[in-house]
């Protein structure tokens, strides 16, 4: 199965240990696209459910262990914001788990690789995102 998952990764430690992961030559899922942006707080739910109608299986949300943000509470309300998220596809009828929040710090790498590999299993087992289908390229 072709999967296509969107990552949206905190420039200070998600972003970073992705960066590690790659230089320490690790191997995780390829069919991950990684986004970085400044904080996991700016992640806005329309960014999410924008990337799942354009065709994305999974979205993957990485910010910085709870206290040790860089903006002080960025990863609170970045939680706050999935919470809400989650609940929204479940109304519209996609599988709250394409959704994934994980916090991996920069010294992480490791732990990244394995994040994406699980959640990239977890993507397949769950199958397409059924609004692939209504999608005209």
């Not at 986004?35 to 065709?55: E, N, Q, T, Y």
């Not at 996609?94 to 992480?108: H, K, M, Q, T, V």
């Amino acid at each position: 199965m072709s999967k296509n998952i969107v990552a949206f990764l905190c420039n200070w430690c998600s972003f970073t240990a992705s960066d590690l992961a790659g230089t320490s030559r690790l191997t995780y899922d390829p069919d991950v696209k990684i986004l970085r942006v400044m904080c996991s707080s700016r992640v806005d739910p329309v960014f999410i459910i924008k990337a799942l109608l354009d065709g994305a299986d999974g979205v993957f949300v990485g910010g910085c262990h709870p206290g040790d943000c860089h903006y002080q509470k960025g990863n609170y309300y970045a939680r706050r914001k999935i919470v809400l998220t989650k609940k929204i596809l479940e109304l519209a009828g996609l599988n709250p788990d394409r959704l994934r929040l994980s916090w991996i710090s920069a010294s992480e790498g490791p732990k990244f690789a394995e994040t994406m590999n699980e959640f990239g299993k977890k993507i397949e087992k769950i199958g397409n995102n059924p609004l692939k289908e209504n999608i005209y390229l």
